[in-house]
């Protein structure tokens, strides 16, 4: 496969600022969801921020390292390894304050942190979730899941094969979303749950797979109808859409099923189109803080809420506003001061001995 006829500006910068700052407002509604005690309402669709990083993830993936897989310049092994250092330092400090915020009750989280450490779900007491002790845990797990997939099959990952799991992927999702009602599925345990999550990782990568094979064709018909400016802000009007539920039954989970199938994939591809300056240090800005603002906004959100009591419900919205800033400015020098350093370390000292 032949380099990808990207815009100049992207292709000698290897960025796609517009795509990181989408995954920046995704983390944001992620955000809001788990936090609603700071807000004092919840936002319905919110849900759907994971089925857009998932899309993202595999779109940047394939970018950075799909010929490398073709032409086997990296074999599987690296490429897992390349995985984990990306997604390890931070998970890994957020696995401390996972320890902060349950230090009243260390003896229930020991089996499920020493499982979280392999990114493995582990059952707690009382708790439906996958991850107990860190609830977005779950999209990690299953999109290292996807991702170890993608790189055992790439060797003979055709067009025909990829069709064909998108196929089966997307129709799991559709099943899914009936039977649950909608897509809020996939982080609880439970045979239906699991095969949801599954379900949205696979197709979500193996999506942002196909959008890159076949970019040419597909943004110059997306850039026909939506702009790049235009694709940033529908994700945030759909995301934070109220529940449908007063037109039927079947009405969220059709909603759901259509936007992760169809809308999404033409946003993520409208959004890469995006090459121009202004805003920039902003969208970098906000690119930056998405994967650790995703990993430790709730227990950062425990912290905050146990240490100042009431404050948080009664000072709804301001203080999740202040909660939303402070953690966007954490989020950034935490990339720069630690998650930077350490992943560059590590690649130089790991993937140099493969």
Known sequence: MTALPFPGSLQGMNRFVLLDALRGLAAVFVLFRHTVPFWGFNIYRSYLAVDLF????GFVIAFAYDEKLRTKVMNLRQFLLVRLIRMYPVYLFSLVLCVVVWSGNLSMIALPLAAAVFFLPWPMPGNPGLFGINGPYWSLFFELAANFLYGLLRPVLNNVMLAAILI?????????????GNL?????WGWPSISAGFARAIFG??????LYRHYATLSRFVGRFVSPWAAFVLVGVILVSPSAQAWGQLANPLIDTL??????PVLVVAASRHTGTRGRSLLLWLGAASYPLYVVHQQSGSIVQYLTGYWAQQAAPWSGIALTVGL?????LLEKV????????LRRKLLKQL
Do not use: E, N
């Open 54 to 57: 998932f899309i993202l993830s």
């Open 168 to 180: 089966v992927s997307a129709a799991g999702i559709a099943v899914s979303a009936f039977l649950h």
């Open 184 to 188: 809020d599925t996939g982080w609880m």
């Open 205 to 210: 990568v193996f999506l942002g797979l196909f």
């Open 259 to 264: 936007l992760v199938l169809l809308v999404f």
């Open 328 to 332: 966007l400015i954490f989020c950034v």
């Open 338 to 345: 630690y998650d930077l350093p350490l992943r560059r370390w």
